[in-house]
Nanobody
Framework: QVQLVESGGGLVQPGGSLRLSCAAS????????IGWFRQAPGKEREGVSC????????FYADSVKGRFTISRDNAKNTVYLQMNSLEPDNTAVYYC???????????????WGQGTQITVSS
């Protein structure tokens, strides 16, 4: 059964850090580009970051460049999103998704996780 499971979400104060994990089962994550998306209440789902398969190129939305880092550990079949200097505007449900290539279109991904909530608040 193909499955993506996110973990690592929670409540953090502004300026704090979290690391999200996206663990795959039923397929090999390294064969796919992995994107992270987020959806805040009342807003559309938006792309945050992506790491390609193969050469492992990384991409970031302008709003998170310099603060978020995406990486992958093929031995663990897991992709990570390290998030530093978090801001209240980063509050959202974060999703990982697997697809054929990096892009920020939700239709461009084949598999999705269930999401993990990040709340940035003092």
């Amino acid at each position: 059964q193909v499955q993506l499971v996110e973990s690592g979400g929670g409540l953090v104060q502004p300026g704090g850090s979290l690391r999200l994990s996206c663990a795959a089962s039923g397929f090999t994550l390294d064969y796919y580009a992995i994107g992270w998306f987020r959806q805040a209440p009342g807003k559309e789902r938006e792309g945050v970051s992506c790491i390609s398969h193969g050469v492992r190129s990384t991409f970031y939305a302008d709003s998170v460049k310099g603060r978020f880092t995406i990486s992958r550990d093929n031995a663990k079949n897991t992709v990570y999103l390290q998030m530093n200097s978090l801001e209240p505007d980063n509050t959202a449900v974060y999703y990982c998704a697997a697809g054929g290539g990096c892009n920020y279109y939700t239709s461009g991904y084949d598999y999705w996780g269930q999401g993990t909530q990040i709340t940035v608040s003092s």
